[in-house]
C-alpha cells in the first residue's frame, strides 16, 4: 500500500508509519517545513495545514490517507489563542486533505481522520458507543468540526472515517507519558475523585485499529478508538502502581488541577465511559483489553520502569 499521514511525528503518527514501514508499505509524510530525505524509508511532501495548501497530485492513487495532525490539547494552558491553535490545527488541516482527495483525479479510496472521545463531553457512568450524542464543551465542539471537516472527501466516493481516540497508553507520549514518570518516581494517585471513567487504548492496538480499518471497506463514520473495559482514574492509578511496583497514595484535587492547568482541567477531571461499538462490530479483536494488558505492553515493550 502507498498511505500518506499528517501528524507521523505524533505519537500515533509515528507509530503507524513505523509499522507501516516495517511491513513493506510505501508511507508519505505530510510536513511544515521543507520536505527532506529521510533513512527510514519513507517520503515527505510539504503542506500548509493553515493556509489549506496541499497538492493533489501528492495523495493521487494513494491506497489511503490518514490525518492525525493537531496541536496537544495538554501541552500548554489554554488561552483564547491556544484554543484557538488547538481547533484550527484539527479543523483547517483536515480540510485541506479533504479538498485535495476531491481534487484527485484517482482519489484515495479511504480517508481516516483523527478524533476523540471529547466528542461526547461528559457522559457520566452511562456506556456510550457511536450513537452517543455530542457534548456542548469546548473539546466536543471541537470534535463535532473537525469530523464534519472530513466528511468533503465523500463527494468523491472516498470512504471517511471519524477516528475518536481515547487515552492512548504509551510513555512515549499523551497523558500516560506524563503521570508515568511522575508514578515511577512514588508520585502517582488519583486525579480529583478518581471516580471518572477514562477510556483508553493501548499504542499498539491504536495501530493495529487504524490498520484494521484501512483494511476493512465496510467500516464507515465514526469509530471509538477506546478499549472494551473503560477505567475509572481510581483504577487506572492502582494498575500503574502495579505495573511499574509503586506506591500511587497521592492524591490530587479537583480545584488544584484547575488552579494550576485551567480550563484543561475539566477534561481531566470528566467521566466518559466510552465502548469500542464499531471496532468490535467489524471483528477487530484487541490485543490489550484491558488497562493492566495495555499497562503491561507498555512497561515490558516500551522501556518504563
Known amino acids: 500500500m502507498h498511505v ?43 503542506w500548509d495545514p493553515q493556509a489549506g495548501l496541499l497538492d493533489p497530485t501528492v495523495l493521487e492513487g494513494a491506497d489511503a490517507v490518514v490525518g492525525l495532525a493537531g496541536a496537544g490539547v495538554g501541552d500548554r494552558r489554554w488561552t ?9 490545527s484539527r479543523v483547517l488541516g483536515t480540510t485541506a486533505l479533504a479538498t485535495a482527495i476531491t481534487a484527485c483525479e484517482k482519489p484515495p479510496p479511504v480517508f481516516v481522520s483523527g478524533s476523540a472521545v471529547g466528542y461526547y463531553g461528559e457522559t457520566g457512568t452511562a456506556e456510550v458507543d457511536e450513537s452517543g450524542a455530542p457534548g456542548r464543551d469546548f473539546l466536543a465542539g471541537v470534535c463535532q468540526e473537525w469530523e464534519s471537516a472530513a466528511q ?48 483508553h487504548l493501548s499504542l499498539t492496538d491504536a495501530v493495529r485499529a487504524l490498520r484494521h480499518i484501512i483494511a476493512t471497506d465496510g467500516i464507515t463514520g465514526p469509530v ?29 484535587p479537583g480545584f488544584a488541577l484547575r488552579l494550576v492547568l485551567g480550563e484543561f482541567a475539566d477534561g481531566i477531571l470528566m467521566s466518559q465511559r466510552v465502548v469500542p461499538g464499531a471496532l468490535s462490530a467489524s471483528g477487530f479483536t484487541f490485543e490489550h483489553p484491558t488497562i493492566d494488558a495495555a499497562l503491561a505492553a507498555a512497561v515490558g515493550r516500551e522501556g518504563v520502569g
Request: glycine share 16%; no cysteine; hydrophobic share 35%.
Open 4 to 46: 500518506v499521514i499528517s501528524g507521523s511525528s505524533g505519537l500515533i503518527g509515528g507509530a503507524l508509519a513505523a509499522s507501516l514501514l516495517d511491513d513493506g508499505h510505501r508511507v508519505t509524510r505530510l510536513v511544515r517545513r521543507e520536505p527532506r530525505s529521510r533513512d527510514d524509508g519513507s517520503a515527505e511532501a510539504g
Open 80 to 88: 483564547q489563542t491556544y484554543k484557538k491553535q488547538i481547533r484550527d
Open 152 to 199: 468533503g472527501a465523500g463527494a468523491v466516493g472516498t470512504r471517511v472515517v471519524n477516528t475518536r481516540f481515547g487515552i492512548v497508553v504509551s510513555p512515549r507520549g499523551g497523558a500516560m507519558g506524563r503521570l508515568l514518570p511522575l508514578a515511577r518516581a512514588g508520585l502517582g494517585g488519583r486525579l480529583g475523585s478518581g471516580d471518572q471513567y477514562w477510556s
Open 224 to 252: 471509538n478508538m477506546t478499549s472494551p473495559h473503560p477505567a475509572t482514574n481510581r483504577d487506572v492509578t492502582a494498575a500503574v502502581g502495579r505495573a511499574l511496583h509503586r506506591p500511587t497514595v497521592f492524591a490530587v
